[in-house]
């Protein structure tokens, strides 16, 4: 953990800030038609500045690469804010996004708009109105007498993904094998593919308002850590705060869903990143979660579709690269504690 403290903290903000943009535009000049960082400077402004480009590098970055490139880092960012909140919230580490079955309710929606013939925006909407459905029965079932707290509320998420699951496993069983399933397959592996400004206009905005009202909630973070009765001591109206954070947290897991499948580990492990370098102060933590899950999903997603000639699912290189991360990260705490 990095001690910061006066114009150390000021300048690890503004590095938060402008790391992210640096990293963008060289991810845009990387691909299979690479690009001068110069070039892609002075394409992305030629609009303003009214400058002599090249029309190929122009469409090349402005129909392919720019909206990928802002889906990534707005699914990176949001997905990592989201799991800071919720490892919180739930006072558990291994707490994701995912917790309350948004991520398996917004797939079942997706797999039934594919095998219905949607077009992209189509999936998009029914998919995102699905993950929303799922936590409100999520949110019913945690009820007892009226009643929820947070243990009934993760227990019942584990359930209803339980079961969401086995609806996704059913509607692949039965969809054609050899046009439906690769398609189903695929899009539940996570791609960044199908990135377009119409599909960034249904689910970005979704994505930005939810994430600035964590980010302005996140102090509150730190109270509702606490236990129960220490929350509520300290004035806090602990189940508005709780239903607030949930449900920006659903909104943003389900727009990233809906617009590029499943996408794992990013909500798990980029919190845990920002704790290694902030502690566990969520005012520190929250921001640090967004800036280092936008560079992490931008460099995710220029290698998924530089390694190779075909591209790599997100969730395959999420996995390679996540996995041995957290074990080693893991080990480091753990002997630390020892």
Not at 226 to 243: H, P, Q, T, W
Not at 254 to 282: E, Y
Request: with cysteine; proline share 4%; net charge positive.
């Amino acid at each position: 953990m990095i001690k910061l403290e006066g114009n150390k903290k000021k300048i690890f903000y503004l590095l938060l800030i402008v790391l992210p943009i640096f990293l963008a535009v060289y991810c845009i000049g990387q691909g299979r038609y690479p690009m001068t960082l110069h070039d892609v400077v002075v394409t992305l402004f030629s609009p303003f500045t009214e400058a002599q480009t090249d029309e190929k590098i122009f469409r090349t970055i402005f129909n392919m690469r720019l909206p990928r490139i802002i889906l990534a880092m707005g699914a990176g960012a949001g997905l990592a804010c989201a799991g800071a909140s919720f490892q919180s919230l739930f006072a558990n580490p291994l707490a994701t996004p995912d917790t309350l079955g948004v991520t398996a309710g917004a797939s079942v929606g997706a797999i039934i708009a594919l095998l219905s013939g949607q077009n992209l925006i189509g999936v998009q909407f029914i998919a995102l109105v699905f993950g929303v459905s799922t936590v409100l029965l999520t949110t019913f079932v945690s009820k007892v007498r009226g009643k929820s707290s947070i243990t009934m509320l993760v227990l019942a998420g584990v359930i209803v993904s339980s079961l969401m699951s086995s609806v996704i496993s059913i509607l692949k069983y039965t969809a054609d094998p050899y046009d439906d399933l690769p398609t189903i397959t695929y899009w539940l592996m996570g791609s960044l593919a199908g990135a377009s400004y119409s599909s960034l206009l249904l689910g970005l905005p979704l994505i930005v308002i939810s994430v600035l009202i964590i980010f302005i909630l996140r102090w509150r973070l730190n109270i509702l850590s606490l236990s129960e009765d220490e929350a509520k001591s300290s004035g806090l109206n602990v189940k508005r705060i709780r239903m607030i954070l949930i449900a920006a947290s659903t909104m943003i897991t389900a727009s990233c869903v809906s617009m590029c499948g499943q996408v794992s580990w990013v909500g798990l492990l980029v919190p845990h990143m920002a704790r290694m370098f902030c502690g566990n102060d969520n005012r520190m933590v929250i921001p640090t979660s967004i800036s280092f899950g936008m560079m992490f999903m931008l460099i995710i997603d220029t290698v998924s579709r530089t390694l190779w000639a075909s591209e790599i699912p997100i969730s395959v290189l999420t996995s390679i690269i996540g996995a041995p991360f957290f074990i080693a990260l893991l080990r480091k705490t753990g002997k630390e504690m020892a």
